[in-house]
């Protein structure tokens, strides 16, 4: 993400003795970079049915101001980690970072597995007006199985920088995992999902 003033600040899932959402930055056009910043360590639940859906694989964009807005997803939010919840953090800096904040797209509790987000935001907004889009994938039942699991698109939108957020869309679905291309980490839809507001509108 690059901030108005060249600031460089590259969000990361990264993999030690804990997995973590993490950042670093450079301010002098890529000659040097800073030493990797914690974002938040993972907590992860594993989806059902052999689904290759990159884990906590992290996606990010920036506003107007510069501000950095990264999502995940993670179980922390939920009884026994039985699912994952979507959560967002952000930085004006790319070093320091607000605490994880559960995107509310379905009730804590209620064992919708959600994965693979994709945020946007609009470019000409920032601050508490900033824009947002959410895509990702999720299934009804995080315990389901490979003959019961059903994919399914959901998106989300927020107009004041992620404090409160819209009720969510079925975009698509339900698709049978089995339906996926079959890859040697598992079924797979794709590691990643893009999102991309049209300037100065809420469409994404």
């Known amino acids: 993400m690059v901030q108005p003033d060249g600031s460089v600040v590259v969000p990361i899932e990264a993999f030690a003795a804990q997995v973590t959402i993490s ?4 301010t002098d056009g890529g000659a040097s970079w800073s030493a990797a910043t914690t974002v938040a360590v993972v907590s992860h639940h594993t989806s059902a049915a052999n689904i290759r859906n990159g884990g906590a694989l992290p996606s990010a964009e920036i506003d107007r101001s510069g501000r950095v807005y990264v999502v995940w997803s993670d179980c922390r939010f939920e009884p026994g980690c039985q699912a994952n919840d979507l959560v967002l953090s ?3 800096d790319g070093l320091a970072w607000t605490a994880p904040a559960r995107v509310p797209l379905d009730p804590v509790g209620s064992m919708v597995d959600h994965f693979t987000p994709g945020i946007g935001v609009d470019p000409t907004t920032s601050g508490r007006k900033a824009h947002l889009a959410l895509a990702y994938y999720y299934y009804a039942r995080s315990d389901c199985t490979l003959d019961t699991c059903e994919l399914h698109v959901g998106y989300s939108s927020s107009s004041n920088g992620g404090r409160s957020w819209s009720r969510p869309l079925h975009l698509a679905g339900p698709m049978n995992v089995a339906w996926l291309a079959p890859t040697a980490s598992g079924f797979m839809a794709g590691d990643y999902i893009s999102t991309s507001i ?6 994404a």
């Open 23 to 26: 950042a670093f930055r450079s």
């Open 198 to 203: 049209v300037p100065g509108t809420r469409r």
């Open 90 to 92: 952000t930085s004006a």
